[in-house]
């Protein structure tokens, strides 16, 4: 079976300071794809990043980059510069039929 | 370019009855997906369409049928609402080959 855990229900950060959420997942397929999207209170799915698990570099799509331990199972998403416009659900996601985790709630403190 | 749209955003129903959600996608996506998601919970797959006049179940299948007449629209439909069935209702579509889904901004559906 497919697992996607992520430990941190809550999580909060300054302004401008890095935050990193955890999300660790289990799966018996070889290729695989992984994801974080946003949710913020607007309830609209955005994408924050991609990876692919066949790729050993780590994705990076401006402020936002993953830490992408494949033989752990595990795949971070941190969260560089935070802005007041990051607070929201913050979901891990992973392959084709999108195994979600719970979600981590983030708050940004000005 | 709308992408995904879905119909209505909001509805509230008593037990019993039925409705139809409408999802509708103008990027000529193969891939569409229903989903539902509760508080506490991450989004659960309901059925999914990987082509025009196909369906398949997800996770959480019971008391939801679905169909794909037209390759750009998913439709859910729910014969017997009940309670449990209360949530917000997301449809996505991706195209073949590129993994990424898209959402549509969901509906929320109140069973009395």
């Known amino acids: 079976a497919q697992t996607v855990t992520q430990s941190q229900p809550e999580m909060s950060v300054q302004e401008a300071e890095t935050v990193t959420l955890s999300c660790t997942y289990d799966?018996?397929?070889?290729?695989?794809?992984l994801f974080w999207y946003k949710q913020p209170p607007s309830r609209q799915m955005i994408l924050v990043i991609r990876q692919e698990a066949y790729k050993q570099q780590n994705a990076t799509e401006n402020r936002f980059s993953v830490n992408f331990q494949k033989a752990a199972k595990s795949f971070s998403l941190k969260i560089s510069d935070s802005q007041l416009g990051d607070a929201a659900m913050y979901f891990c996601a992973l392959t084709r039929k999108l195994i979600w985790g719970l979600g981590t709630s983030l708050a940004v403190n000005p | 370019n709308a992408g995904v749209t879905q119909t209505p955003k909001f509805r509230v129903l008593k037990t019993g009855q039925s409705m139809t959600l409408l999802c509708a996608q103008d990027?000529?996506?193969?891939?569409m997906y229903w989903y539902r998601q509760d508080p506490g919970m991450g989004l659960r797959l309901i059925h999914y369409?990987?082509?025009?006049?196909?369906?398949a179940k997800g996770e959480v299948p019971d008391g939801y049928n679905v169909s794909r007449l037209k390759k750009q629209n998913f439709l859910l439909g729910l014969e017997s609402a009940a309670p449990s069935q209360t949530s917000v209702y997301f449809c996505?579509?991706?195209?073949?080959?590129?993994?990424?889904?898209?959402f549509g901004p969901g509906t929320r559906l109140l069973v009395l």
């Open positions: 990027m000529n996506h193969e891939y």
């Open positions: 996505a579509s991706r195209p073949t080959g590129l993994e990424t889904q898209y």
């Open positions: 799966t018996s397929e070889s290729d695989y794809y």
């Open positions: 369409s990987v082509g025009e006049g196909t369906t």
